[in-house]
């Protein structure tokens, strides 16, 4: 693959990380998720918008540390990565997480823009992961969860 393509394809999971074309972004996911339905759980509803919230923060940050160091160890699966508590302990905790997967969002966006990363290099630790495979595996998995999110929060509102 050409430098010119590797480029491109750089830009376009980017744009999938971002939340652009057919991925859903977080900024309008989380956007004026009221605080007092943040812990709600409607009926057939497996998770709360805080479980989410975390899950999704707990996740992208396991991806970001796998891809970038070596001696990173995942959380056990799966009471490592889901909260076990249905609401955020208060406003602060909310806040707190989405700037902590906001931060690590920009953070595993560098690491694709940096033309040192070699996109199809398998890691020298896993089984044979590689970086391109990790920002699927992220763009996929946050796509997934914020449409749940999304779902949860117009379910929560229509309620009222």
Excluded: C
Aim: proline share 7%.
């Amino acid at each position: 693959m050409s430098g010119k393509q590797t480029g491109v394809l750089r830009e376009q999971l980017l744009s999938a990380l971002k939340g652009d074309q057919s991925h859903l972004d977080f900024a309008s996911a989380i956007a004026d998720f009221p605080d007092h339905l943040r812990g709600a759980k409607p009926p057939g509803a497996p998770h709360t918008a805080w479980q989410l919230l975390e899950h999704l923060r707990i996740a992208q940050h396991d991806i970001l540390e796998f891809s970038r160091n070596p001696k990173y160890k995942s959380p056990q699966w799966p009471e490592g990565y889901w909260p076990s508590e249905d609401a955020p302990p208060d406003a602060d905790a909310w806040n707190a997480s989405v700037k902590a997967f906001q931060n690590d969002w920009r953070t595993f966006s560098k690491l694709i823009q940096d033309e040192e990363q070699d996109l199809f290099r398998p890691f020298d630790h896993g089984e044979g992961q590689t970086l391109l495979r990790e920002a699927l595996v992220l763009a996929a998995h946050n796509s997934y969860h914020l449409g749940q999110l999304v779902f949860l929060k117009k379910l929560l509102l229509e309620k009222r």
